[in-house]
């Protein structure tokens, strides 16, 4: 009679496939015996962190202010606090500038006139810290980089030249802004220096000699992209292509200018042309965006996706093209003269897409590697990985695209998220009625463990909440009320019973 019990619980478990550790915990033998249910569940856990985006782990917390100017101090001190939580504002002087030796990374915020006593010491002393210079003159911001250092030899030692004062740009804003790109920046640089375990962090690259043209864009892209991405900019072609071939995976977006700075060619040369056919030789799937004040200079550039005019962008179609085409949005199938053939929000439409597409439509994405993006933006990292560069064609490879999504919807149904207790017990959730319930339950350690490895909002978007995944990044700020906000979010994305890939909330 021992195997005919234990046979009997198990079929009842295969029958109620799905409900996992609570389930387990009924069948006496089972507890007992075989602890193993939450360990399962850690471990699927730790596969959805190591597959997942990679925030900024270091932050900068400390931002110090050495300028003259009365409106920058002003600027960056109201932006900071009103854009960027958690972080710390203070004006010095030089005296206090010379004696800062600082444990961790810091950024240093300058003007044209304070500058020029800027050296090398100061990165000695403030290893990873980053130089902005903020800037209200127009002569400084309107030249390309070799022509700043030899007007302004105070440019040499900064990473970024920012145009404050400029029509239609919310100086505050773009001063805060300006300490997000540094963020970006110091922990790209410092992963590569130290070799970080290798993960998912999606990169939108602005390239352009002149700061005033980024200075506008960088505002209206991180307002379009919130937490989801980093940014690099570039002001030269051997910069971008030095990205390109280092980060190339991690690439999602290229912006790019059409005249700007290339070794040994003339001032005048469209090094634009050339970056967009490297881009799209390496990485097909990348879409590209090119800029220009003058539509007659994007003339015979083959290979970009988007063209915009300088200054006359609609900030509404921009948005529409960076969600649609990067992955961030819903996954859009164009045909072949560039119409919209099928959208799909989640796994559940994209299968449904997929069924009914043309087979010319689905090689052109497999060969072209179009499927990979979206499912990393996506938090499917190991199974964007498996259909990478797909050769197959007709048939086969509609079945195994298929076989393959509906594989993917069933391990989705059942991840768990497991949260690491104080005490070394687990918290165990697979619903977002109790991930609400959860949030608010938190110890401030705990809380503050769950915004480290960004758990909640990776397991978020692989469940298929993409919006509200951004916004608990937004708000998993060690800040007061931030629990609540998260909960309070969680519940609203509940009631609206939006649809998670083929599923209900």
């Known amino acids: 009679m021992f195997w005919p019990a234990r046979a009997r619980d198990l079929f009842r478990l295969r029958a109620n496939y799905g409900q996992g550790e609570t389930l387990f915990a009924q069948i006496p033998w089972f507890r007992r015996s075989r602890p193993i249910a939450d360990s399962t569940a850690d471990r699927a856990t730790k596969r959805l962190l190591n597959s997942g985006r990679l925030l900024n782990p270091e932050k900068i917390r400390n931002v110090l202010v050495y300028v003259s100017n009365e409106s920058i101090w002003n600027g960056i001190n109201i932006g900071c606090r009103e854009c960027l939580e958690g972080v710390q504002v203070r004006r010095v002087s030089k005296e206090e500038l010379d004696r800062t030796r600082g444990a961790e990374p810091l950024v240093l915020v300058v003007d044209e006139e304070t500058a020029k006593s800027i050296n090398g010491d100061f990165r000695k002393r403030n290893r990873d810290s980053k ?24 440019t040499r030692d900064v990473d970024f030249v920012f145009e404050l004062n400029m029509a239609g740009v919310n100086p505050t804003v773009l001063a805060a802004m300006s300490i997000r790109a540094c963020e970006d920046l110091m922990n790209i640089e410092i992963a590569e220096r130290e070799g970080a375990p290798r993960a998912r962090r999606f990169i939108f690259l602005i390239v352009d000699d002149e700061p005033q043209w980024f200075s506008k864009f960088l505002p209206a892209l991180y307002e379009i992209i919130g937490m989801r991405a980093s940014v690099m900019i570039a002001r030269t072609f051997e910069q971008a292509r030095e990205i390109i071939e280092k980060h190339g995976d991690d690439v999602v ?60 962008n609609d900030l509404e179609e921009l948005r529409r093209f960076i969600y649609d085409r990067t992955g961030m949005g819903d996954f859009v199938f164009l045909d072949k003269g560039g119409e919209e053939a099928a959208r799909a929000r989640n796994l559940g439409e994209l299968y449904e897409a997929i069924k009914r597409l043309s087979i010319t439509i689905l090689e052109e994405y497999a060969n072209g590697d179009k499927y ?83 758990s909640i909002s990776t397991w978020l978007m692989v469940k298929g909440y993409a919006d509200l995944a951004d916004k608990t990044r937004r708000l998993h700020s060690h800040t007061e009320g931030a629990r609540e906000k998260i909960a309070t979010a969680i519940e609203e994305e509940m009631a609206r019973g939006v649809l998670i890939n083929g599923g209900k909330a």
């Open 253 to 312: 977006f290229v912006s790019t200018d059409v005249i700007f700075p290339r070794e040994g060619k003339d001032v005048d040369y469209p090094a634009g042309k050339d970056l967009v056919a490297l881009v799209k030789e390496r990485f097909p799937r990348i879409p590209v965006l090119v800029a220009s004040t003058k539509g007659s200079a994007m003339a015979g550039i083959g290979g970009a996706d988007f063209f915009i005019i300088k200054g006359a």
């Open 131 to 154: 130089i902005v210079l903020l800037t209200n003159k127009r002569m400084l911001a309107d030249h390309d980089r070799e022509t700043e250092i030899f007007m302004f030899r105070q």
């Open 372 to 454: 990979s993006t979206w499912l990393y933006m996506h938090g499917f990292d190991e199974f964007a990985g498996s259909i990478k560069k797909r050769q197959d064609r007709g048939e086969f490879l509609r079945n195994d695209l298929l076989k393959r999504i509906k594989r993917e919807i069933k391990r989705v149904e059942r991840l768990p998220l497991v949260i690491k207790m104080d005490g070394g017990t687990r918290l165990v959730i697979r619903r977002l009625e109790e991930l609400a319930a959860a949030v608010r339950k938190l110890s401030d350690a705990e809380f503050e463990r769950c915004a480290a490895d960004d």
